[in-house]
């Protein structure tokens, strides 16, 4: 007999790949140009040539043994102390190399956290619309998810939603900002109130409720909006970080876990990462990677077309009568549909060759992401077709 959860888990497809997977088929029919394919969040513009050339220097340079060869369980202390550096330069903190534990991408970070916190029988709060994988990842850990519903007027926090939802269980919370689907961006009002209630409820219940949050959009933000650094807001915080979206590397899969000092009990929750990390079999992350990563970790891509996307596709759909809530960063928006049922808008979506997922998955219903990591001129061309769209529903 095997473990049914993960024969499940293998054998259903995400929505998202199934409509990826129908994008490339589409397009061998009717020309991958016919079809405007806003169902993945793969970045659509390059590393900086500066990772190459970093790879290759260190390829060339270094001691081959060394470079492939196994670091630190946690991660080069090198490679750690020059991400603190950098952190410590853009925001202010104080952070030293065992403050760091370098991970397989922010998937990975958010596994080893929820797997170092969670007991049977904990509790996991996520607030609506939220990153599928999330449920995966906490139910992994043995917990389970409390799904708070979205303030689908500006997708900040319902503090009210959230007050009544915690209890003693609650072992941690996490939060994605700026957001996949929504692309919004906790405000610093935001961040302020979260942290005042989550130290309330820890002096009440007599121990601390962890603050994940999960920021592989950390640097995709739009027209100067500023991204609190949460670690300065509350002690308890764990920044999952990847280089995924910033760097444009999601298939180099590096990201790390930041466990600030100040945190209860950092030590043992520090340990208790690395035991998760050890026994979810993940040891060191990739050792080139690690140290090209570190050595760019003041850069970004050019991710300036995305604003530039943000804005053509915002004023588009506005102007065609969708309720869109401008993103703050990120390259998703996630406009509400034109019918109650997101399942069917998005499936009527795919006639005019449309591909947009339902928030349903997200726990969102009644509306749609769009991602709009792709050329600007598809995301021109594509307004004739959300036009069709829309024209079908008067
Ligand atoms: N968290 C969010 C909100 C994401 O959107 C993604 C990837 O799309 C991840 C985590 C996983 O990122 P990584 O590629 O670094 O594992």
Not at 131 to 139: G, L, M
Not at 190 to 218: H, V
């Amino acid at each position: 007999m095997l473990n049914e959860r993960m024969v499940g888990l293998g054998t259903q497809r995400s929505v998202i790949r199934e409509l990826f997977e129908f994008g490339k088929q589409r397009a061998t029919e009717i020309g991958a140009e016919n079809v405007f394919d806003f169902s993945i969040g793969n970045p659509s513009v390059p590393a900086p040539d500066a990772v190459n050339e970093t790879a290759m220097k260190l390829i060339r340079e270094m001691d081959p043994v060394v470079l492939h060869g196994y670091t630190s369980a946690q991660g080069d202390a090198g490679v750690r102390q020059m991400i603190a550096d950098s952190l410590n330069r853009r925001f202010g903190t104080a952070f030293h190399a065992d403050n760091l534990y370098m991970t397989v991408g922010a998937a990975a970070a958010l596994c080893c956290c929820l797997n170092g916190l969670c007991n049977p029988g904990d509790e996991v709060v996520v607030f609506a619309p939220y990153f599928p994988e999330y449920k995966v990842f906490i139910e992994g850990a043995g917990a389970s998810m409390t799904l708070i519903p979205a303030d689908i007027e500006a997708f900040q926090i319902d503090f009210d939603a959230f007050e009544k939802a915690l209890n003693p269980n609650t072992k941690a919370v996490i939060i994605n900002s700026p957001n996949n689907p929504s692309g919004a961006v906790y405000s610093e009002e935001t961040i302020k109130k979260l942290a005042s209630m989550l130290t309330a409820k820890s002096e009440e219940y007599g121990q601390p409720i962890y603050l994940i949050t999960d920021e592989p959009y950390r640097e995709i933000a739009f027209g100067g909006t500023v991204v609190p650094y949460v670690p300065k807001y509350y002690k308890n915080t764990l920044v999952c970080y990847s280089w995924s979206k910033s760097l444009s590397l999601p298939g180099e899969r590096m990201g790390y876990i930041v466990v600030p000092d100040e945190m209860d009990d950092h030590e043992m929750v520090y340990a208790a990462i690395a035991g998760a990390g050890r026994s979810l079999g993940y040891v060191n992350a990739p050792g080139l990677f690690q140290r090209v990563c570190a050595m760019c970790a003041d850069l970004t891509a050019d991710t300036s077309v995305y604003e530039t996307n943000k804005n053509i596709l915002m004023k588009g759909l506005r102007d065609l009568g969708f309720h869109v809530v401008e993103p703050g960063g990120t390259f998703y928006m996630f406009p509400r549909t034109l019918e109650e049922d997101d399942v069917a808008f998005c499936e009527r979506a795919k006639e005019y060759n449309l591909l947009v997922v339902p928030g349903a998955g997200f726990g969102c219903p009644g509306h749609a992401r769009v991602s709009y990591c792709v050329q600007t001129e598809m995301v021109k061309r594509s307004l004739d077709a959300f036009e069709k769209l829309a024209k079908s529903y008067r």
